[in-house]
């Protein structure tokens, strides 16, 4: 798995000119959240270089805010799930294609830790929601697979039981409930536990 270097956090009073000043602020908080800086409108609205009344004309509250952060990350991990099934091979096993799906899954969290605990990190009212829109795209992901991999018979349970998994692990690592290994050895002990998974659905 590749790790990134943390981002670096964002320069304090970035002048504000024209543009989307709503997609601006959610750019620079998510900055500031993974670079560890103060999190909330009134930091965003510092750095972008606007009035601190400025963000509530886009933003209810700060809830509303995490919600427009939390869309942006269900957009980059799905992006890093597409990229998995664009690039496996055709004659990649099933097995092989989601134990690779497991992995990014895990690797993303660890990668960018701010922003996965948030994704998943508090309860959303609206079962309509932009943020419950953009993680069911997340979750279509995994379907699509399975009905690549298993056409017209997907094995019951066999998602449920591969998203624990890789996000049972996820939280596992990010709370230090397992030791600091090394990423490859994340990454294979994910393949064992998803190669398991899918051993015991396709036996049942």
């Given at each position: 798995?590749?790790?990134?270097?943390?981002?670096?956090?964002?320069?304090?009073?970035?002048?504000?000119?024209?543009?989307?000043?709503?997609?601006?602020?959610?750019?620079?908080?998510?900055?500031?959240?993974?670079?560890?800086?103060?999190?909330?409108?009134?930091?965003?609205?510092?750095?972008?270089?606007?009035?601190?009344?400025?963000?509530?004309?886009?933003?209810?509250?700060?809830?509303?805010?995490?919600?427009?952060?939390?869309?942006?990350?269900?957009?980059?991990?799905s992006?890093?799930?597409?990229?998995?099934?664009?690039?496996?091979?055709a004659?990649?096993?099933?097995l092989?294609t989601?134990?690779?799906?497991?992995?990014?899954?895990?690797?993303?969290a660890?990668?960018?830790?701010?922003?996965?605990?948030?994704?998943?990190?508090?309860?959303?009212?609206?079962?309509?929601?932009?943020r419950?829109?953009?993680?069911?795209?997340?979750?279509?992901?995994?379907?699509?697979?399975?009905?690549?991999?298993?056409?017209?018979?997907?094995?019951?349970?066999?998602?449920?039981?591969?998203?624990?998994?890789?996000?049972?692990?996820?939280?596992?690592h990010?709370?230090?409930?397992?030791?600091?290994?090394?990423?490859?050895?994340?990454?294979?002990?994910?393949?064992?536990?998803?190669?398991?998974?899918?051993?015991?659905?396709?036996?049942?």
């Amino acid at each position: 798995m590749n790790q990134q270097p943390n981002p670096e956090p964002p320069t304090t009073r970035r002048p504000y000119h024209h543009g989307d000043l709503r997609a601006t602020l959610v750019r620079t908080a998510l900055e500031c959240l993974e670079a560890g800086e103060p999190y909330s409108l009134r930091a965003a609205a510092k750095h972008v270089g606007v009035s601190p009344t400025a963000p509530y004309k886009h933003f209810a509250d700060r809830r509303a805010l995490d919600t427009a952060v939390a869309i942006e990350g269900f957009k980059a991990i799905s992006a890093d799930l597409a990229a998995v099934l664009d690039d496996v091979p055709a004659e990649a096993s099933p097995l092989e294609t989601l134990t690779e799906l497991g992995v990014a899954y895990v690797e993303f969290a660890l990668r960018r830790p701010a922003l996965f605990r948030l994704m998943f990190g508090n309860e959303t009212e609206d079962s309509h929601s932009d943020r419950v829109r953009a993680a069911q795209d997340m979750h279509n992901l995994l379907g699509v697979a399975l009905e690549r991999l298993f056409p017209g018979a997907v094995p019951p349970g066999l998602a449920m039981g591969l998203w624990s998994l890789a996000h049972g692990a996820a939280f596992l690592h990010l709370d230090g409930k397992y030791p600091p290994y090394p990423a490859e050895e994340v990454a294979e002990r994910v393949r064992l536990g998803a190669a398991a998974v899918l051993c015991l659905k396709l036996e049942a």
